[in-house]
């Protein structure tokens, strides 16, 4: 199993920043991709940032220009670093990983979620 941890989350005005980490432990063979998804109330969860192994990165339009996803393979981490935060950035965030792990009877991927982290952006 793969256990995501995130922490980052607050209240912050709008044109603020916040900076979310995300740490994956367990039994981890590897990592393919990584990403940050958001749920606002009433809403279905969306992508926001994604990021594979090989350091490609994809953004949601809403977010291209002031969020910025960054990885630290070593760790097994993921970062979203979110400038100029608007009131509609307000949503719970989840970290999400797609993982190898091994037990006794082989390799196995499946797909990881953080419990999430509350983003608040005041007007």
């Known amino acids: 199993q793969v256990q995501l941890v995130e922490s980052g989350g607050g209240l912050v005005q709008a044109g603020g920043s916040l900076r979310l980490s995300c740490a994956a432990s367990?039994?981890?063979?590897?990592?393919?991709?990584m990403g940050w998804y958001r749920q606002a109330p009433g809403k279905q969860r969306e992508l926001v940032a994604s990021?594979?192994?090989?350091?490609?990165?994809n953004y949601v339009d809403s977010a291209k220009g002031r969020f910025t996803i960054s990885r630290d393979n070593a760790k097994n981490a993921v970062y979203l670093q979110m400038n100029s935060l608007k009131p509609e950035d307000t949503a719970v965030y989840y970290c999400?990983?797609?993982?190898?792990?091994?037990?006794?009877?082989?390799?196995?991927?499946?797909?990881?979620w953080g419990q999430g982290t509350q983003v608040t952006v005041s007007s």
């Open positions: 999400h990983a797609n993982a190898l792990t091994r037990d006794v009877w082989g390799v196995h991927e499946n797909n990881y």
């Open positions: 367990g039994s981890i063979v590897g990592i393919n991709g």
């Open positions: 990021t594979n192994s090989g350091g490609s990165t």
